[in-house]
């Protein structure tokens, strides 16, 4: 093969010529440029299509946070490893590909100026590393399509039936075919040089190596010609992903991309407040059009990963909804609708009138049943887990608000519900002068009788009404008076914080109560705040601002964590059994409080705490957010059973909380397992007070299953 060397290899200059048997070069950029041209004219029209429909929206403010969040999200896939087996699955074909890109781009550099340092040393590096990460694209190519085509994960598809399109092989093969030919060049390659005039140091790229090594049967000229054919497969089938980009799957690098730096910057679970409802002409989102063009532009972002779907206690206890699919189903109805805006926006350019045809489908009802619509528990594990940062959450609850304030179709139950609350500001319509009668003998003050203090205990409706959360909010106030905490309440001047009201849909009353609240807080000189609900600390942190409510707020379990750090709190007496804490997503995932709950219970003498199989972020919802509280489970397994067997199967007698809607569900399911002998819910409050062990608990092991459950 002497005698065929193009080049004679010196020791110390190891390298290789670029082009080496494909002096096509000019060939090769005219089909770049068609490929290119093909490319940039996909994306061109994918580009009219995100612009022809929504609402305007800034995503392009705070560039450095926003750079933060493309580095994070985008750059080192930390969303991505969540979940080990497909986080790693997707690392190899990213990360490998992002490093194969980088040396393409150092190879067209020295083809074209040179490199002095691409040679020797370096070059051997080099190739080392073009083989490791080609090697590790190939691997979570057959990982993926393993995964696709043979695991069959739920999460790939809808109630086991799997999703898979022509697109989704195209793309793997295509990438995968991309890795093999181009180990078979490099393998051609060096069966003809190595060992000749010097090149003694193939072995660095040892998959081209290997594979030349089963070569020995090829002739000189055959392997010459097998190179060069091998090399333009190579290259039509790379060029022809580039330009097949912007049509297939393959775009969510550019729009998953685009989606992590436009980033939602408000704070976690935030919806923006209708404003000027009395000028307004419709509410909520009934139709692609009172999208916001980012809201649109989500669904061109998700890649159908199902990580939503994966942990959505709907769609895991057998209702419709399920969060992938409502991305998808809208992205389906936007690529249906928007070239029929597209045309009529051209006709008018051109002076013609501008005739936009009513859509074929409503969609809200059609497009989006209004039982997915209504299963949603606001949870936020859509939203958390999502890499491509895609906002479920805001869409569905401006459908809801379309169907509640402009087609008064909603629930009956939430009917009562929103009637209670606009009568007597709580949803059991219970008469708000009572509102302070849990505190009868407690000796806690109102802020007209006290105003001197330094926490507002905003105590919420549960713990004013329903008769378990009346202990809470008994144990708690207690707490905080042997801690010498100076606060007061606002008893018949308090009113419920509307997150019910606002998250099932019914903006207009959330609002008056919210701006309700409000003034007679401003009116007392409110500062801080202690709640002992996760719903209203979260409304009144998050939500208050926008009606002038600036408070500090804190949840009762920070409160108490931060009591026994400090020694304010002495747990005296021993509380036996085994403790499992659950998350309320309220609590956790709105707002990242998972530790300090759990250290106030480990602080607890005797308490044993094991975790769920589901805790922290990837905690499973109770079932009763976004309004669920007050309505029905009709369709499936009910929610709060699936996370009662949760508890039982981590062998807890005592599952404890910190949410009152959590302590409810909890105990209704705990009883619906036949486990009241067995188990019951606390509230840490409860356990702590218990555990200071200065009286009898409010709410005895024995008394207070039985009672949630007569409840």
Known sequence: MAHGAQHVYTVGHEGREVFW????????????????????????????????????????????????????????????????????????????????IWGAAIDATQFHIGLPFFHGPFYLWFSLIMEIFGLAVLLGIVIAMYRRYIEKPDRLGYRGTPDNRADDAIVLVGIGAIIVTGFIIEALRLHVNVNVDGFTWGAWSFVGYGLSKTLTGVGYDTARILHKWMWWIHTFIALGLIAYIPWSRLLH??????????????????????????????????????????????????????????????????????????????????????????????????GEDPVIPEPEKMMVGEVIDLHELWACTNCMYCMEHCPVCIEHIPKIIGMRQYKVLMEADFAPELQLTYRNMENNSNPWGIGAHLRQDWAAGVGVKTLAEDSDVEYLFYVGCSGSFDDRGKKVAIALAKILKEAGVRFGVLGAEEGCCGDSAMRGGNEYLYQIMAQTNIEVMNGYGVK???????????????????????????????????????????????????????????????NDIYDQPRNALK????????????????????????????????????????????????????????????????????????????????DIAEIIWDAMGLEEATASAEEAPKEAAAE
């Open 528 to 590: 801080k705040i202690i709640t002992m609900c996760p719903h209203g600390y979260n409304a009144i942190k998050k939500d208050y601002p926008h009606f002038g409510g600036n408070f500090e707020v804190y949840h009762h379990t920070e409160i108490l964590a931060d009591l026994i750090a400090q020694g304010k709190i002495r747990l005296k007496q021993s509380v036996q059994g085994t403790f499992t804490y659950h998350d309320s997503c309220f609590l956790g995932r709105y």
């Open 253 to 350: 690098i550019i729009t998953s991309a685009a989606n992590q730096y436009m980033i939602s910057l408000k704070p976690k679970g935030y919806l923006e407040p209708i404003a000027d409802f009395e000028n307004a002409e419709s509410f909520g989102v009934g139709q692609l059009e009172d999208f916001t063009w980012k809201q649109i532009f989500d669904s061109d972002a998700c890649t159908r990963c199902g990580r939503c779907q994966d942990g959505c206690p709907a769609y895991l206890t057998g209702k419709p909804l399920s969060p992938k699919k409502v991305i998808q189903d809208l992205k389906t109805y936007w690529l249906e609708r928007a070239p029929v805006v597209l045309a009529a926006k051209k006709a008018a350019a051109e």
């Open 21 to 100: 048997n494909a002096p096509y070069e000019l060939i090769l950029f005219a089909f770049t440029a068609v490929a290119l041209a093909i490319f940039a004219y996909g994306l061109f029209r994918r580009w009219q299509l995100w612009k022809a429909l929504g609402k305007p929206e800034d995503r392009m403010d705070n560039t450095g946070e926003r750079v933060k969040s493309l580095i994070v999200n985008g750059l080192f896939q930390v969303k991505t490893f969540r979940d080990v087996y497909p986080g790693v699955m997707h690392a190899l074909i990213f990360f490998g590909f992002f490093v194969l």
């Open 603 to 682: 602080a607890v003498p005797g308490l044993n705490l094991v975790e769920m199989s589901s805790n922290h972020a990837k905690s499973f919802c109770c079932g009763a957010g976004g309004a669920r509280m007050w309505m029905e489970e009709d369709i499936g397994e009910r929610i709060n059973d699936v996370r009662a067997d949760q508890a039982i199967a981590a062998n807890a007698s005592t599952i404890a909380v910190g949410c009152p809607f959590c302590l409810t569900m909890m105990a209704d399911g705990i009883k619906d397992r036949g486990k009241e002998e067995t188990m019951e819910a606390l």
